[in-house]
């Protein structure tokens, strides 16, 4: 089992920046994917950025050319560079990490709270 452990998220106004970090409590089988998700009450968890062992990325377009998404796989985390944050980012943002193999295990963090004030 893996436990993922975020931090960082926090009270922002419009226009600035926050940093979420992701630890794994172990390594992840590889090849696999790492990455963040968020929700806001009543809808769907939504897919934010995704980065795989091999450094492909994928953004969601509401987050394009403002968020940047790093991992580091020899300390088994990842990081979201959040910049030009805007109120509708507001949203509990939840660290995920995924193994791209038969069993295809998935783990989810406990979610950290970021809220854009305008």
């Known amino acids: 089992q893996v436990q993922l452990v975020e931090s960082g998220g926090g009270l922002v106004q419009a226009g600035g920046s926050l940093r979420l970090s992701c630890a794994a409590s172990r390594s992840i089988f590889k090849p696999n994917v790492m990455g963040w998700y968020r929700q806001t009450p009543g809808k769907q968890r939504e897919l934010v950025a995704t980065?795989?062992?091999?450094?492909?990325?994928n953004y969601s377009d509401s987050v394009k050319g403002r968020f940047a998404i790093s991992r580091d796989n020899a300390k088994n985390t990842v990081t979201l560079q959040m910049s030009s944050l805007k109120p509708e980012d507001t949203a509990v943002y939840y660290c995920n990490a995924r193994e791209l193999t038969i069993a295809g295990d998935n783990y989810w963090g406990q979610g950290t709270q970021v809220t854009v004030s305008s």
């Open positions: 980065m795989t062992s091999g450094e492909s990325t």
